[in-house]
C-alpha cells in the first residue's frame, strides 16, 4: 500500500513532562514524513479532555474521577518535583524562557500534521470519559487498533 | 549558494526547526536550495539526520555567532 514509515506511540501517563515527550516524538516522526499514532490509555487519556466542563450524564464514581483527574495537558502536574502544582508553574516559565513550545500547542501541532490520536475505549469506560468529553477530530479504538498500526510500525515506543 | 527560500527557525526549540523545514522544503521544487537559520544547539544532528532519512543533500553548514545555517537540496 504506502511505503511510508510509521511510529506509534502508546501514552499511558498523565503528567506534562511524559506527555510532552511523548508529543514532541509524535511531531518529529510527523516531520520524518511518518505516518504516527499516538495510543491514549488509562492516564495518557486526560491529554485528549476539553479543558471545558462538558455536560454529561455519569454515575457518583464517574464524576469523582472526572474532578480528580486533568482536564486538559494545561492542567497536568509533573511526574517529578510537582510540589503541589509549583512544578508546573516553574517549567512553564523556564519554557517560555527557552521558546519551547507548550504542551497544548504540541497537541494542535499534532494534529494539524495528521498524527492519529487514538483513545482507548475500554479505559474510557473506566474513567468514566464519554466521547463529547473529548477533542474533536480523535479516533477511538482499542488494543487491536493499536497493534494494526503497530505490526507495520519501524518505532513503537510506551510511554 | 543560490538559495530559492531561507527559512528562519532562529529561536525556534525543537521539534520546531524540523518541523518548520519539513512544510518549507515542501513548498520548492526538486533539486532547489533550502536555506535553514536556526540557533538550536541540536539542529545540526537533527538537520543532518532528517535531509539523509528523506534523501536530501545537505550541502553546507556554516555557524555565523550563535546561528547555524544549512543549505539542503530537494531530492
Known amino acids: ?159 | 549558494m543560490e538559495s530559492v527560500k531561507v527559512l528562519d527557525a532562529k529561536g525556534l526549540a525543537c521539534p520546531m526547526p524540523i518541523v518548520k523545514t519539513r512544510k518549507a522544503i515542501q513548498e520548492i521544487n526538486a533539486g532547489e536550495i533550502l536555506e535553514v537559520h536556526a540557533t538550536d544547539k541540536g539542529a545540526k544532528s537533527d538537520l543532518a539526520a532528517w535531509a539523509k532519512s528523506g534523501g536530501h543533500e545537505l550541502l553546507k553548514d556554516t555557524q555565523e555567532g550563535d546561528v547555524l545555517k544549512f543549505w539542503i537540496k530537494k531530492a
Open chain 1, 1 to 159: 500500500m504506502t511505503d511510508k514509515k510509521k511510529t506509534t506511540i502508546i501514552l499511558f501517563s498523565g503528567d506534562y513532562d511524559k506527555a510532552m515527550a511523548a508529543y514532541i516524538i509524535a511531531n518529529g516522526a510527523a516531520a520524518y514524513d511518518h505516518e504516527v499514532t499516538i495510543f491514549h490509555t488509562f492516564w495518557g487519556l486526560n491529554a485528549l479532555r476539553k479543558d471545558n466542563q462538558v455536560p454529561v450524564k455519569k454515575g457518583f464514581m464517574e464524576k469523582m474521577f472526572g474532578k480528580m483527574m486533568p482536564r486538559g495537558v494545561d492542567k497536568m502536574g509533573l511526574s517529578k518535583m510537582n510540589y503541589l502544582g509549583m512544578g508546573p508553574k516553574m517549567i512553564k516559565n523556564v519554557m517560555k524562557k527557552h521558546n519551547a513550545m507548550p504542551l497544548p500547542d504540541l497537541v494542535n501541532m499534532a494534529q494539524e500534521q495528521e498524527v492519529k490520536l487514538l483513545a482507548c475505549t475500554m479505559t474510557m469506560d473506566l474513567l468514566g470519559l464519554q466521547k463529547e468529553e473529548l477533542l474533536d477530530n480523535i479516533d477511538y479504538g482499542g488494543v487491536a487498533a493499536y497493534v494494526g498500526d503497530s505490526e507495520d510500525a519501524n518505532i513503537t515506543l510506551f510511554i
